[in-house]
């Protein structure tokens, strides 16, 4: 019975460390990246937004915050690029907004060029320092993201995003105690009100336990940001993952349930609970949700997990048929 648990090759399994592993990789590249991003918004349209248009370039510059704040960044960018053009005096400004919109745009090249055009009008401008940390990250640079991060803390200690930010590229260079120290200095500051983003750098916090195997610290720490954001679905498919790691098979698939709950469309979550209900013996709901993962995996064109779970129902169904047989006989 135990050959239908440890198909190694199945993306995303419960049971392999490794591929546990790469999932977490997987969530903190989607998930986190976004974080940084929006750490990084926010306090430059702020300070922007104190400038009185007076001029055409005024406008342009007002114009141009106004649709970064609406979401409409190549019409922000058209308007920044104007405003550079014309007026040197709002250089400073333009360019360290400019940087924030080929951020989101993903022209990561461009967003740093900004960022250092912006430090030359103002080399005190920490934004300016933030986000060209972040170009630099995404563009695999990370020494030179974790040395603009230090500029962000030496004129600012409290400054949560730039630990944050430090955190995750430490993280990517495999310095798991020095993401553990970031991490922790960004929940300490006082600064972190929104409970949505420290439930986040606590979850990321939970991915460097992982790495280090401490498992019930990252369990804590997984429990923690389901605390704060409870509609948080990728703490529960990530802590119901290390319940079925450390068998504690109940605790995982009420985790996993839940992930069902918030997002039906959830074929992993179908896959590994089926996976949990087999490891209990209740073999009929392992095969219903097998049998849903199956179908969510193939509308989603995830062919490779797809194939793989066909072979375990397959596996799963010749169980079920030899004890068919045997209480017959």
Do not use: W
């Not at 995830?302 to 010749?318: E, H, V």
């Amino acid at each position: 019975m135990g050959k239908v648990l440890k198909v190694n090759d199945i993306n995303h399994s419960i049971f392999e460390d490794k591929i546990v592993t790469k999932k977490y990789q997987v969530l903190l590249k989607i998930c986190c990246i976004c974080v940084v991003l929006f750490f990084c918004l926010e306090q430059p349209i702020k300070a922007v937004s104190k400038i009185t248009p007076v001029s055409e370039s005024s406008k342009l510059l007002a114009q141009g915050i106004e649709n970064i704040k609406n979401h409409d960044y190549q019409q922000a960018l058209d308007n920044l690029t104007q405003v550079i053009n014309l007026d040197n005096t709002l250089g400073a400004v333009a360019y360290s907004n400019r940087c924030l919109v080929n951020l989101q745009l993903s022209r990561y090249k461009a967003a740093k060029l900004d960022c250092i055009a912006a430090l030359q009008f103002n080399p005190n401008n920490k934004e300016a320092y933030l986000n060209r940390g972040l170009a630099e990250y995404r563009l695999g640079n990370y020494e030179q993201a974790l040395a603009q991060y230090q500029e962000v803390i030496q004129r600012d200690k409290g400054d949560y995003r730039a630990y944050y930010n430090q955190g995750l590229t430490h993280f990517t260079l495999e310095k798991y105690d020095k993401a553990l120290a970031d991490y922790k200095q960004a929940l300490q500051s006082n600064r972190l009100r929104v409970k949505t983003e420290k439930a986040i750098i606590y979850h990321d916090r939970a991915l460097v336990h992982v790495k280090l195997n401490h498992i019930e610290e990252a369990i804590a720490d997984l429990t923690e940001s389901i605390t704060l954001d409870n509609i948080n679905e990728i703490g529960y498919y990530n802590r119901g993952c290390l319940y079925a790691q450390n068998r504690n098979y109940q605790a995982a698939l009420a985790d996993f349930t839940q992930v069902i709950r918030l997002n039906p469309q959830s074929a992993l979550s179908y896959l590994n609970r089926g996976k949990v209900h087999y490891k209990i013996g209740l073999i009929q709901a392992a095969f219903k949700d097998l049998q849903i993962a199956l179908s969510q995996l193939k509308e989603q064109n995830q062919m490779g997990t797809y194939r793989q779970t066909l072979m375990l129902i397959n596996q799963l169904r010749q169980i079920i048929e030899q004890s068919n047989r045997s209480l017959i006989s």
